[in-house]
T-cell receptor
């Protein structure tokens, strides 16, 4: 069973540039969630995709957007990146119903640095 | 709205001593509760979960947690700490509405000393 993978591991961007992060979900999982983890903080929910549709969104501006593909992999895009976007971005996949649908498996993350 | 509070941002124990990491939740509905561990520069690993059923749940690496509805708590314990347990631990609650998302606490850094 393949776990959640993310690419790239590290990414450095200049303020104002677009950012694209990628995630492959765990085998058999149809839901992908993205979280932002600032240094010394707990992860904050950005959004979730289920069967290629956005299924929920946290308190993030519209310049944060996402996609889910038919194979359930996903992208997170950040337009016009800002210094405060520097963080660890975590992708998590899940499946099932009821309480089990909240059981999320995380990838290793992408460390984004905006200078 | 569901939320979690982790008491103590840093906890230090001696190797072989009891580990107790505290988590209290706020939820108007029966909660789904989770503990995750994060090692430096890595993602989150699921330690254990409570969704329904038995209130004492056992997880990986010898950890367990007990759901106490009357105290709105879900504290994480391990009888005997090992050096390899040094990491950051996050308590999370499953939040209904707007996706099956998790709301995390601010984390507790566990240090294990010889």
């Amino acid at each position: 069973e393949t776990g959640v993978t993310q690419s790239p591991t590290h990414l450095i961007k200049t303020r104002g540039q677009q950012v694209t992060l990628r995630c492959s979900s765990q085998s058999g999982h149809n839901t992908v969630s993205w979280y932002q983890q600032a240094l010394g903080q707990g992860p904050q929910f950005i959004f979730q995709y289920y069967r290629e549709e956005e299924n929920g969104r946290g308190n993030f501006p519209p310049r944060f957007s996402g996609l889910q593909f038919p194979n359930y992999s996903s992208e997170l895009n950040v337009n016009a990146s800002e210094l405060d976007d520097s963080a660890l971005y975590l992708c998590a996949s899940s499946s099932g119903s009821g309480g089990d649908s909240y059981e999320q498996y995380f990838g290793p993350g992408t460390r984004l640095t905006v200078t | 709205a569901q939320s979690v509070t982790q008491l103590g941002s840093h906890v230090s124990v001696s190797e072989g001593a009891l580990v107790l990491l505290r988590c209290n939740y706020s939820s108007s509905v029966p909660p789904y509760l989770f503990w995750y561990v994060q090692y430096p520069n890595q993602g989150l690993q699921l330690l254990l979960k409570y969704t329904t059923g038995a209130t004492l749940v056992k997880g990986i690496n010898g950890f367990e947690a007990e759901f106490k509805k009357s105290e709105t708590s879900f504290h994480l314990t391990k009888p005997s700490a090992h050096m390899s347990d040094a990491a950051e631990y996050f308590c999370a609650v499953g939040v209904t509405g707007g996706g099956n998302k998790l709301t995390f606490g601010t984390g507790t850094q566990l240090k294990v000393e010889l």
